[in-house]
């Protein structure tokens, strides 16, 4: 109330003001939420921010981008009224480990994941305080009665397993760097080897062992993997871009991969469906995750119906 009432205040000081002859820019308030208000101004601003997000991520822009907007502005409000009348507040500290722990799952340092965040047109302050936001949302949720029933039971965790059976992949892998800064003669007989390496494979995919002992600086047989935090991050593009047997993908890392500039070659071997008590663990996070976005968007409306909302004329 009181936010309201000096802003109607500052409001009667800009009419006076005209009065005498200055010019006043008083900002039209268009929604009250509680005792606190959304301006036109904010509701405008937000809508550039998004349209900008989107085109940045190369997305189509939400088809009702007002009401979008104005329902984002909304929830901020209510969560933040929330968080101050229970006395909830997420710190520096706790919003850094959670980043942490979401990078170590990922396998990423903080410049790749910037990168990564960057190339789907989100800045890594944008994606700081969407993290700090949701960790508030959480900490709220977590004091109602409902947070418990979101813990997985067996046969949730079974059926997600029934319907997402994970694979993990028999992969085999071969490497030639390519230092940056190399001397022409280098680079040159360094493509020659790529060269030889990559129409042997073409002619021979199953002869990759072979291939890799004769030609390559470093191979390895992975036998059996999954994608996780402790596998490396040259790895990762096999889970997106193998997907039959004896089929090989092959690229080039300048310095994404610190380390391991270079040529790359994976060849899948072989996959199989992986036993549910090897990656019960991971399911049941996964499960975990999904319950409570869709407990959290129950909240949120539940909070929206208890609460004051007016739309301004």
Known sequence: MRRLRSFL??????????????AVVVEKIAIKVNDEIITQAEITQREQEVVAEYARAKRQVPGNLRQFVTDQLINDRLITQLAKKEGVIVGHAEVEDRIKRILKSQSMDLDSFKSSLAGEG??????????????????????????????????????????????????????????????????????RQIKAIEAALAANPWG????????????????YVLPGPDLPKYLYPAFSKLTYKGQVFSFRVVNEIPGFPGFHALMLADKRQVALDKVRDR??????????????????????????????P
Request: proline share 3%; aromatic share 10%; charged share 20%.
């Open 122 to 191: 989100i800045s890594y302050d944008m994606f700081y305080e969407q993290t700090r936001k949701k960790m508030v949302m959480q900490k709220l949720f977590y004091k109602t009665p409902g947070a418990a029933a979101i813990t997985p039971d067996d046969r949730e965790i079974e059926d997600f397993y029934r319907k997402n059976a994970p694979q993990e992949m028999h992969l085999m892998h071969l490497y030639v760097s390519m230092p940056v800064g190399a001397s022409f003669a280098v680079r040159n007989a360094k493509e």
């Open 283 to 312: 399911i049941s996070s996964a499960v975990y995750e999904n319950k409570l976005n869709d407990a959290l968007e129950a909240w949120i409306l539940s909070l929206r119906k208890g609460a004051a909302i007016v739309n301004m």
């Open 9 to 22: 205040l500052a409001g009667c000081a800009g009419i006076l003001a005209a009065v005498h002859g200055e």
């Open 208 to 223: 990759f062992a072979a291939v890799a002992a004769v030609n390559a600086e470093v191979w390895r047989d992975w036998g």
